[in-house]
Each structure stands twice: as C-alpha cells, then as structure tokens.
C-alpha cells in the first residue's frame, strides 16, 4: 500500500519520496495529485476514502507525496511550483497513470498530458492571498501590524513563512502567476454535482462519506468512458 | 455604453440584496459548518465576530477568501475592522459596497 517512488527535485537530484497506492495492476490507473499545504491536511482523509471507492469500482489510485510536504524529508523552502509540477508528471510515468484527479489547489500541478477529472481548482494567487491573509490576521490579534503587500514585497526576494509554511521566493512568484491547466479531455466537476459543504472552507480536517462516493462515481465515470 | 450592454444589469449595479443575502449566508455556513436554520435566522442585529464560536481568527481568513472567490471581489487589509465583522447585517452592508465598487 506504500511504496517509494523517485521524485525529481528542483535541482536536478532525485528524493525518495512515499506514495500510497491502491495497485492492482488493473488497465485504468489515477494519479491523485496531492493538494498543498494546509488543504492536504484537511483533504487527505477525504481522498484516501475516494480511492477507496475507486479500488473498489476496478481502478488502480495512487497518492505521491511531494518533496517538502507530507513525509518527506526534503528542506519545503527549496521546493518550487515548477519542480513540484515536473515531479507529477515523472510521478505520472513511473507510476503509469492513465487518468489525473485533482481537488481544490491540487489543479496547479496537473500533469501536461493526462485527461484529468478536476473539482474546485484554486488559482495560485487566490492560494497565497488566503495564506498571506492568515499571517496577517495573527500578527493582528498578536498585536503587530503586518500589511500584505509588504509581505509579498519580501516573499518575492526572500520567501516568506505562512502559517508555518516555509515558502523559498521562487515559490512565492511561481504561486502569484499559477493557474489550473485544462484540457479538452478534461472533465470539471461543478460543486452542485457533489452537494454539501466544501471540506476544504472549514477549519478541521473532516471526512463525508457521501461526497466521497458522489466524487468517485463521477471520476470512474470517466475513466471508465475516456482513455 | 456598449460595457454595460454586453455585461447585463447585474454586473453594473451589483447582484440584488437578497442575492446576496443568500450567497453570504451559504458562505457562513460552509466556512463555520453551521446549520441550515441558524443561518436562516441571521437578521441584521445577529452577531458574529465575538459572538459565533466558530468564527475565530483563522475562520475570519477562511471567510473572507471565500467571499472574494465566491462575489468576485477583492478585500484589503484595511477594511477588515471591528464594525464589518460585529453584526450580520455590517457584513452584509460591507459585501453589497464592494460588490457595486468592482
């Protein structure tokens, strides 16, 4: 169910990193890209359960950690947008995914070829304001003025540490600019498809078993009808 | 006025109250896992900030993202103060102004 698999670094080096699988060498394979930050905290749980699904409708699932995140035990301040997104798409390969499937700010990183079924994307300046914001709001409550604008100012030549994250200035100017990929093989899935609150807005990390279900008939849908 | 024309009335003047009533309600019930019949209760005196447990700081963040992806609006640093977050009906009053200034 764990395996390592060889994540290529923005440098050119190589990191073992984990990644949960659901293997069976079955013909259709997904590639869960994992979401950032604080939403793969607070998704995680939610998509292991729609894998779960899926493994059970006949398809293989695999979730690659990211050098910086999760597990592994790469410094996150030297990681950027682009290396994370060329880790997918070798993630892509050596796992030999057929289909992508991202939630949320997970759309950043889709791989450049893989149809995808994509729920929610998050544009990556909408990502930073929100991070950037939670600074702020603290250092409010703490009692020290911290103005936005100033911060990015800085994260953009010196990185920036939100809400514990350690972000290097390259990720900092790679997230102002980041958009989602679509394809026309895409599928997008609207929120009214899934009904019931986004897990991702609440503080804590929550699972829903029905939108689990509702998301994993939808992407075997099409992978089942799409290759 | 060709702008005004191709983008229909409700970009020009905002989308109506009530429009808006709605959306933000469903925004503070999906940000602080509230009920629905909570949230239906909200009138222009309900209190929020200091009055809603779940509407800590973090939550404030969590809010006011989801605001301007769900309006279409920007919020800076400088309008988050004690007044739009006191009351329902301030947050109210605050979406409507910057959803007519977009």
């Known amino acids: 169910m764990f395996v390592e698999w060889p994540a290529s670094l923005p440098d050119g080096g190589v990191s073992g990193e984990m990644a949960l699988t659901f293997d069976r060498a079955r013909e259709r394979r997904l590639l869960v890209v994992p979401p950032l930050f604080e939403e793969h905290n607070k998704l995680r749980r939610q998509l292991v359960a729609i894998m779960r699904n899926l493994d059970r409708a006949g398809f293989d699932a695999v979730l690659p950690d990211l050098p910086g995140l999760n597990e592994s035990g790469e410094p996150l301040e030297r990681q950027t947008l682009s290396g994370w997104r060329h880790a997918i798409d070798v993630a892509a390969t050596h796992f030999g995914a057929t289909h992508a499937f991202a939630l949320r700010n997970a759309a950043l990183l889709l791989p450049e070829r893989l149809p995808a079924a994509i729920h929610a994307p998050h544009k990556g300046a909408q990502l930073l304001r929100g991070m950037v914001r939670a600074r702020t709001i603290a250092a409010r409550e703490a009692g020290r003025e911290e103005r936005a604008a100033d911060l990015l100012q800085t994260g953009r030549e010196a990185g920036l540490d939100l809400s514990g994250w350690s972000l290097g200035p390259q990720m900092i100017r790679d997230l102002e600019n980041a958009d989602c990929r679509i394809l026309e093989t895409d599928r997008t899935i609207d929120p009214g498809e899934i009904g019931g609150a986004p897990l991702w807005l609440r503080a804590e990390p929550g699972e829903d078993a029905s939108q689990a279900a509702a998301l994993a008939e939808i992407v075997a849908a099409f992978m089942g009808a799409q290759r | ?102």
């Open chain 2, 1 to 102: 006025m060709q702008t005004a024309q191709s983008t229909a009335g409700t970009k020009a003047t905002g989308p109506s109250r009530m429009e808006l009533d709605t959306t933000l309600k469903a925004i503070l019930r999906d940000v602080l896992g509230l009920g629905e019949d909570q949230v239906a209760a909200f009138d222009a005196e309900t209190g929020l900030f200091g009055h809603l447990p779940e509407l800590d700081s973090m939550a404030v963040a969590g809010l006011l993202t989801e605001m301007e992806d769900r309006l279409d609006i920007l919020i800076e640093d400088e309008d988050v103060d004690g007044e739009m977050l006191e009351t329902y009906g301030g947050l109210l009053a605050f979406a409507e102004a910057k959803t007519v200034e977009t």
